[in-house]
């Protein structure tokens, strides 16, 4: 996982780097923070003891011990200290804080789990489904045929899909569920959510039924 290429940041650099970071607001570019990205090599490095796998930040502190079968890891993905890490313990699943202890939060039970935001996709035998990691419950139990994700993450501009019973459902980040009725979704991902409802193209409303009717369409793509 080392770039070569380039060498890892001094302490100087991490906390500008940081401190940068706090300040950009959300989609906002700091040209001095590019430049820092560029320079050093940001990504942790997994370290080893035996068999079992742990994991060191950019600054090589270790904030996993070495103590899972597998670490899952994002390619270019900067690791900080306290965020969640998924983990693969006697080829089981699960997510823990990298604070040094790995503190579980989830057990390792699952046969597959995406990236560890808040709602991440986990897999249970051949079956799917949506975990709130924050408070340990299920938005979507493991009941589903499909629940489409692009790399590890579930939304893309805000808007998720799932497949039960050969139908689909959708869902948002802000927590609106619809049940799985619906035939298809255009898959352009921007303006209103079309979804096709036996035979018929249409919106979804703010009771999560299907409508015609674009004056009361309630899901929509950021």
């Not at 011990?65 to 390619?75: R, S, V």
Request: hydrophobic share 35%; charged share 30%; proline share 5%.
């Amino acid at each position: 996982m080392e770039d070569e290429q380039r060498p890892k940041p001094t302490k100087e650099q991490y906390l500008r780097f940081k401190e940068l970071e706090k300040e950009m607001e959300p989609g906002e570019w700091n040209d001095e923070w590019m430049e820092l990205y560029d320079a050093c090599d940001w990504s942790p490095e997994l370290i080893k003891k035996g068999e079992k796998l742990g994991l060191k930040n950019a600054l090589g502190e270790v904030i996993l011990p070495e103590a899972y079968d597998n670490i899952k890891l994002m390619e270019s993905t900067i690791v900080e200290k306290g965020e969640r890490v998924v983990v693969i313990q006697d080829k089981k699943w699960g997510v823990v804080i990298a604070d040094g202890n790995g503190t579980q939060i989830v057990e390792p039970q699952f046969d597959y789990i995406g990236y560890p935001n808040d709602l991440t996709v986990v897999k249970k035998g051949d079956k799917w489904g949506v975990l709130n990691i924050s408070s340990g419950e299920y938005f979507l139990p493991p009941e589903c045929d499909m629940v489409f994700e692009n790399n590890g993450f579930i939304f893309l501009n805000g808007i998720a899909s799932y497949v039960k019973d050969s139908k689909l459902g959708i869902f948002t980040e802000e927590g609106d569920l619809t049940d799985a009725i619906f035939e298809a979704m255009d898959p352009n991902p921007t303006g209103l959510v079309k979804v096709k409802f036996e035979g018929q193209w249409g919106f979804i409303d703010e009771h999560d039924r299907f409508t015609q009717d674009v004056n009361q369409a309630a899901y929509c793509f950021d």
